[in-house]
Every structure is written in structure tokens, then in C-alpha cells.
């Protein structure tokens, strides 16, 4: 008899779908709205989106903490959601004091957000369960159907009626992905509720004083993060600080379980660090690639000119025309006796990535310096994109919902997405390597792109060729 997959899972990638959407309609946007609007230059406003975009990923690891010791995961959604709400209707103000602080509270609420409806998905499995990577792997793919619309919806909004309509729509989609986790509460059975040691479930004093605590820190936190924003290179050495403080603390925690939880941890922390890799050069989709695609690639098609922060949504479209048959491959591997470790799958990941990279270098050296680049190219470099992504993240969050054990399921789910902080602040940087000087000839401006792209895809296939040789030692700690 076929197992189906838990109800939860459709109500959670619904409540994905719309966060997604307005994420994707914020970011599609961010860099040239930094560019166009504000007047940055390249190598600054790589630096701003670097800098929120790290953030942004490091605070899940606290939220991962509250949820398991304080709040509970449906509580830290909520929140969460509620409060990136706020932070996308404020963009909407051309004023970079108000954007800095709207990115503040965007990174906050992110952190109670991110990391608790993929971990709270985790809970409707068994240890081990066949049908988690495939799950997960649908998860993946309707949460991008959000991302498709936002990514869409934000070029021909922001070019039809400006930025700031753009980022109201960004905060509806967070409002609507509030109102669906709210509808469905009833289906979450008894899972996702606050510890039964959480402090707030105590005297009322307590409880007074935790409340209390929990938003006057979110506040403080917020200030701060929108103040390492603005100075972004700071915002650098405190990611570093709080990664490596953040990352011990981990470890420390993983040395109390027993050597098989212990070594299936190690292989998760080792695997993270690949991903941090992926996810730096991955980064430039959104940095140095919209900014190619604006500049240098011919994008007319048909008589119509294509916005260029359209063509980013040309991720989400082939995650839906790839996710099953992704789902498909890993659900039954297993099923046909040659079960692809997730090693493996990593491997694959950072190999699609690095091709695609080199693929856009490839297109300029077709094209030469003078005519625009044709659009094939980038549809090239997405597709090969998007099959490095669906074979390393969803696979990713799978892994980080079913190797911990459960007291450390929420740290441990946001220890990967720290990788992600890590890899976000880091595609800011190596972002400058395609950084175009003001008054740059046509032909420097190409060699630049295509040096930095040919760079990118180098790094990706010698990680590649690194794990691939690890790939043994992780398979006897994971034990496939």
C-alpha cells in the first residue's frame, strides 16, 4: 500500500508559498532598487544585501533555540511572520534611515520565522522515514511557486507603478502567509506547542518577565541589526564572532549524545560547511548576475523588453517543472536498491552550480565584447541553477530535520541555516569581484563579468571534487 505523506506537509508549504512570495518579491527588487533609486554604488549596495542577507540567516539559529526552550514553533511563526510584515510595508519609504530599520526588523523577524515551519515539518516523520527527503522535496516545490509569483509580480509592478508598491505587496504576501498557518492550526495535532518547561508556562511573574524580555530584546535586536546594516563591514566581523561562538556552542551540545547521534551530527556539521560554499556562490543570482543581466544581455524577446529582475524567476518556474521529477528519483532509488547517498547529492549540487557559472562565461566569450548577449545563455545558466539547488537544499533541510536528535532539532535547524548567514555575507564580497567602476568601457565591464563568473564556477567544482573524496567517512557516520 502507497504511504502518503502527512497532512501538515501541505498546510506548511502553503504557509511557505506566501512568505516566499514575499520574499521573492523584496529581493527580485532589492539590489536594483539600492542602484537605480538610492544611487548606490555596485560594490555598496553588494555589500547592504550581503550584509541583511547574512543576518538574516544567522538570527534563525536563536530563533531555532527559542522554539524548542521557549515559544513552542507555532508561537515563533507567528511572530515571525507578523513582524516581516511590518518590516516590507515600511521599504515602501524612500528613505534609507526608515529602509535600514525596516531591514532590522526584517532580520528579526526572519529568525523566529525561518527556521520553524521546516523544523516543525520534521516532527510528522519517524526517525528514518523513506518518505522525508521526497517530502521535503515537495515542500520545496510548492513553497516555489511563491517565489514565481512574487519574482514575477515585483519587475512589472516595480516598472509599471514603482518600488514601493512592490514592497506593500511583499507585505501582503507575508500577511497571507500568517492567515493560512492561523487557519490551519487544527491540522498541526499536538505538535509545535511550547515546551512543557518554557518559562512563560510558569508563575505569573514569570511568564510577565519572559514576555517582557522577549520584546524589548527583539526590539534592542533590531536597532542593532539595522545599524550593522548600514555598516556593513562590521556586520562582517560580528557574523564571524557569532558564528564561530554560535557553532561551538553546537558542538559543545553535540558531544553530550551518544557516538551514533554524535557522528550523525559531525557528518550534518561537515556537510553544512559544503553548503556555505554552494550558498556564497549561489548568492549571485541576486547580486552581480541581475546587475550582467541588466547591462550586458540583450533582453528583448519577441518585440518586448523583458525587466531583468524577471528573469530570477526563471529559479522558481524550473523548480516547478523539476521537483517531482526530483521527488520522483530520490523517493524510489531506495525502492530499486541503489539508494543515492545525500552526500552525493551535495556533490551533484555544487557540480550543476559551478557548470552554470561557467556556462554564462561560455555565453560572453560566444558573443564577444560588442553585441548584447543572447538570452539563451541565462535561461542555460538557470536551469543548470535550479538542479544544483533542488539537489542540495531541500535535501539539506531533510537532513537537518532527521539526523538531530529531538532536544536539539530547532539549534540544529538553524546551524543550517547559518551556513546560509555565513555564505550570504560572503556572496556579498566575492560579489566586488564583478563590481563595474563607474565610467567602465563596454568591453571591460564584459571581461569583468566573465572572469568573476568563470571564478565562480571553478570554486564550486573543486568543492565538488572535495567532498566527493569525504563522501565515504560521512556515509559510515551517517550510514547511508
Not at 497532512?7 to 537605480?36: C, D
Not at 526552550?69 to 507567528?78: A, P, Q, S, T
Request: hydrophobic letters at 55%; charged letters at 10%.
Amino acid at each position: 500500500m502507497k504511504q502518503k505523506q502527512p497532512k501538515a506537509l501541505y498546510f506548511l508549504f502553503l504557509t511557505e508559498m506566501w512568505e516566499r512570495f514575499g520574499y521573492f518579491t523584496m529581493v527580485t527588487i532589492f539590489v536594483l532598487y539600492l542602484t537605480s533609486e538610492l544611487d548606490m554604488p555596485d560594490d555598496r549596495a553588494f555589500l547592504v544585501f550581503g550584509a541583511y542577507s547574512s543576518l538574516a540567516y544567522l538570527t534563525p539559529v536563536v530563533g531555532g533555540m527559542l522554539a524548542d526552550r521557549v515559544l513552542g514553533f507555532r508561537w515563533c511563526i507567528v511572530i515571525g511572520a507578523a513582524t516581516m510584515a511590518t518590516g516590507y510595508l515600511l521599504l515602501q519609504f524612500p528613505y534609507q534611515p526608515i529602509m535600514f530599520m525596516a531591514l532590522g526588523i526584517l532580520v528579526i523577524g526572519n529568525g523566529f520565522f525561518k527556521p520553524n515551519t521546516s523544523a516543525m515539518l520534521g516532527a510528522f516523520y519517524e526517525k528514518d522515514d523513506p518518505k522525508r527527503s521526497s517530502g521535503y522535496t515537495i515542500f520545496y516545490f510548492g513553497v516555489n511557486f511563491g517565489s514565481l509569483m512574487g519574482g514575477l509580480a515585483a519587475g512589472l509592478v516595480a516598472n509599471e507603478f514603482g518600488y514601493s508598491l512592490a514592497f506593500i505587496m511583499a507585505g501582503a504576501g507575508k500577511l497571507l502567509a500568517l492567515s493560512t498557518f492561523l487557519l490551519a492550526r487544527r491540522q498541526f495535532a499536538e505538535q509545535g506547542y511550547m515546551p512543557t518547561t518554557s518559562p512563560i508556562l510558569g508563575s505569573a511573574a514569570k511568564r510577565l518577565v519572559s514576555i517582557v524580555s522577549l520584546i524589548v530584546g527583539a526590539l534592542a535586536a533590531a536597532v542593532i541589526v539595522a545599524i550593522l546594516i548600514d555598516r556593513a563591514t562590521i556586520a562582517g566581523d560580528v557574523l564571524a564572532v557569532a558564528g564561530i561562538a554560535i557553532t561551538g556552542y553546537f558542538l559543545f551540545e553535540v558531544f553530550k549524545e551518544d557516538a551514533r547521534n554524535r557522528n550523525r551530527l559531525i557528518a550534518l556539521v561537515v556537510l553544512t560547511l559544503f553548503a556555505l560554499v554552494f550558498w556564497s556562490v549561489y548568492m549571485q543570482s541576486g547580486s552581480s548576475v541581475v546587475l550582467y543581466t541588466e547591462r550586458d544581455v540583450n533582453l528583448e524577446l519577441a518585440g518586448l523588453s523583458i525587466p531583468p529582475s524577471d528573469l530570477q524567476s526563471l529559479n522558481p518556474l524550473f523548480i516547478l517543472m523539476l521537483g517531482p521529477g526530483f521527488a520522483f528519483v530520490w523517493a524510489h532509488s531506495r525502492r530499486a536498491g541503489f539508494n543515492i547517498p545525500n552526500s552525493i547529492k551535495f556533490v551533484l549540487g555544487l557540480v550543476f552550480l559551478g557548470s552554470a557559472f561557467l556556462v554564462l562565461r561560455l555565453g560572453g566569450i560566444v558573443t564577444g565584447s560588442e553585441g548584447g548577449v543572447n538570452l539563451a545563455w541565462i535561461v542555460v545558466f538557470y536551469l543548470l541553477f535550479t538542479m544544483g539547488e533542488m539537489s542540495l537544499s531541500p535535501i539539506g533541510l531533510a537532513m537537518a530535520s532527521e539526523l538531530p536528535p529531538k532536544r536539539l532539532a530547532g539549534m540544529a535547524m538553524g546551524i543550517w541555516y547559518l551556513s546560509t548567514a555565513g555564505a550570504n555575507y560572503i556572496g556579498g564580497i566575492i560579489a566586488g569581484i564583478a563590481a563595474v567602476p563607474a565610467g567602465t568601457s563596454r568591453q571591460a565591464e564584459r571581461q569583468i563579468y566573465e572572469s568573476a563568473f568563470s571564478d565562480y564556477g571553478w570554486i564550486c567544482l573543486a568543492a565538488a571534487l572535495l567532498l566527493l573524496i569525504l563522501v565515504p567517512f560521512l556515509r559510515r557516520f551517517t550510514r547511508h
